[in-house]
């Protein structure tokens, strides 16, 4: 059996490594995007329930700081999706991914303008329903992610998503060294991408205390909120998730929140994490890789130590030294 490293996404982009970032809102500025991309893999910025302005400048970031092609992960559950997506055309992004939904009705008109679209699907149906509706590559993403999740590990998920679609594969969730990588390459992946890696960047923007947080966890240090509530989303531990775990129960007899309220809380949350370092009140989006993650490096470093130690494991050569 051979390793399929040529994914031809990839090489259209002109990346040097398989590796993508995950979208993460907030944390995945314009800044991080650009590092990522100018190291050689794909940035992506996280757009979360943003408007388009707040987009369109974390694109203008990225356009500065790199001339190498960059995506926008765009979170569909999000009210302000159409005007995203305009500002998505209107600066030429080469690569939209999304999450939270199906982003089918917009792809005619993304691929219309050389969009290259790659869903993230938790699970094998949504995989064969993005691949009907003709998507380019889906981002197969395991529970083991931080953020909104969905059931499967990635570990069962990739190679039964794998063997469903004919499409390139990127595996996510969990994965935040080179065996994580060469594990998903012998899973059948594609591709990887990865988040909470991302996050002790040198170049990530992320409050202190995120960083701090990520680099002291333990393997058993996140918690799913939303079990019971719906979306599910994966935090490290602290107050706020501690006590809405419990409080779950009680809030199911109430009445279901509205659209305002749920994004207020949502996107009030993550943002108290990742740009003031709350540690009581933030929702720390992380996954349950936090615990492998000791240092804070260059994403260049990042990148290279990762491909390297892929490579060495996969024994194949490490042709971009
Ligand atoms: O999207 C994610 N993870 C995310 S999005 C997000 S945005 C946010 N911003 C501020 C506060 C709170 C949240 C944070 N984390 N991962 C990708 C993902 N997509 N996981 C699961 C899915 C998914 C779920 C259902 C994809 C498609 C889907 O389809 C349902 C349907 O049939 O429409």
Same mark, same amino acid.
């Not at 590796?19 to 500025?29: F, R, S």
């Not at 998505?88 to 993304?110: M, Q």
């Not at 290259?116 to 003709?134: C, I, W, Y």
């Not at 992320?206 to 935090?235: Q, Y």
């Given at each position: 059996? +051979?390793?399929?490293?040529?994914? /031809?996404?990839?090489? &259209?982009?002109?990346?040097?490594? /398989? ?23 794909? *940035?992506?910025?996280?757009? *979360? ?13 990225? &356009?500065? %700081? ?18 995203? @997506? ?12 999304? *999450?939270?939904?199906?982003? =089918?009705? @917009? ?7 050389? $969009? ?6 938790? =699970?094998? !149906? ?16 395991? #529970?083991?992610?931080?953020?909104? $999740? ?5 570990? +069962?998920?990739? /190679? ?12 996510? *969730? ?23 890696? @991302?996050?002790?960047? +040198? ?8 960083? &701090? ?17 719906? =979306? ?7 107050? #706020? ?37 709350? &540690? ?9 890789? !936090? ?10 470093? $990042? ?9 060495? %494991? ?8």
């Amino acid at each position: 059996m +051979t390793v399929e490293i040529n994914n /031809p996404i990839f090489k &259209k982009l002109g990346m040097k490594y /398989p590796i993508v970032e995950g979208g993460m809102t907030w944390a995945g500025t314009g800044a991080l995007a650009a590092a990522v991309s100018e190291a050689g893999g794909l *940035g992506f910025i996280g757009t *979360g329930y943003w408007h388009g302005d707040d987009v369109r400048r974390e694109i203008k970031r990225a &356009k500065a %700081l790199t001339d190498k092609p960059f995506g926008v992960n765009v979170m569909l559950m999000s009210r302000h999706i159409r005007e995203v @997506f305009d500002v998505i055309l209107e600066e030429g992004v080469k690569v939209v991914a999304t *999450g939270a939904g199906d982003p =089918s009705p @917009f792809l005619d008109e993304l691929h219309a303008a050389g $969009i290259t679209v790659m869903p993230v699907v938790p =699970s094998v !149906s949504l995989a064969k329903m993005m691949e009907r509706k003709g998507v380019d590559a889906v981002i197969a993403e395991g #529970m083991e992610s931080g953020g909104h $999740i969905g059931q499967m590990t990635t570990m +069962t998920l990739i /190679p039964q998503v794998v063997d469903a679609v004919s499409i390139p594969v990127i595996a996510a *969730g969990g994965i935040g060294d080179g065996r994580g990588v060469a594990a998903a390459f012998m899973l059948g992946a594609s591709g990887v991408q990865m988040g909470t890696r @991302f996050l002790t960047a +040198t170049e990530s923007e992320v409050h202190e205390n995120f960083k &701090k947080k990520i680099l002291k966890a333990r393997d058993i240090d996140t918690i799913v909120t939303g079990n019971l509530l719906g =979306s599910r989303a994966r935090v490290l531990k602290n107050k #706020m998730a501690k006590e809405f775990v419990k409080n779950e129960v009680n809030e199911l007899q109430k009445p279901k929140p509205d659209y305002e309220t749920i994004e207020k809380l949502e996107s009030g949350t993550l943002r108290a994490a990742v740009q003031e370092g709350d &540690k009581d009140n933030g929702a720390f989006m992380a996954g349950q890789i !936090s615990g492998l993650i000791k240092d804070e490096k260059p994403v260049a470093d $990042i990148l290279s130590d990762i491909w390297a130690q892929a490579t060495d %494991l996969m024994g194949i050569p490490d042709t971009t030294k």
